[in-house]
Nanobody, 123 residues
Framework: QVQLVESGGGLVQAGGSLRLSCTDSGHTFSKWSIAWFRQAPEKEREFVAAINRNGDRTYYADSVRGRFTISRDNAKNTVYLQMNSLKPEDTAVYYC????????????????WGKGALVTVSS
């Protein structure tokens, strides 16, 4: 079984930065394409960023492109989401998800999900 765990969420002021981590300690992380999604209250879960197995291909939602950076360190079984220039509208629960086949940007393509980490950006 795959157990994804997000960490690094919290409260940050607008304009600040935060780094989320997604870790799976039970499996070889290099087998998985990883994506980040987020869900704000009463909104649909939306794609944020994705990275392939080798870490040489990435995709970003238009709303975060230029501000967020996804990266991975397979030796540490960890994928990161560096979030800079945070805005109040970035406030959401952020979910890490794994895809066994290839890089993807839709919720239906994900095979496993973490429990989520809350990011709150204050104004």
């Amino acid at each position: 079984q795959v157990q994804l765990v997000e960490s690094g969420g919290g409260l940050v002021q607008a304009g600040g930065s935060l780094r989320l981590s997604c870790t799976d300690s039970g499996h070889t992380f290099s087998k998985w394409s990883i994506a980040w999604f987020r869900q704000a209250p009463e909104k649909e879960r939306e794609f944020v960023a994705a990275i392939n197995r080798n870490g040489d291909r990435t995709y970003y939602a238009d709303s975060v492109r230029g501000r967020f950076t996804i990266s991975r360190d397979n030796a540490k079984n960890t994928v990161y989401l560096q979030m800079n220039s945070l805005k109040p509208e970035d406030t959401a629960v952020y979910y890490c998800a794994a895809n066994a086949l290839s890089i993807a940007t839709t919720t239906g393509a994900m095979d496993f999900w973490g429990k989520g980490a809350l990011v709150t950006v204050s104004s």
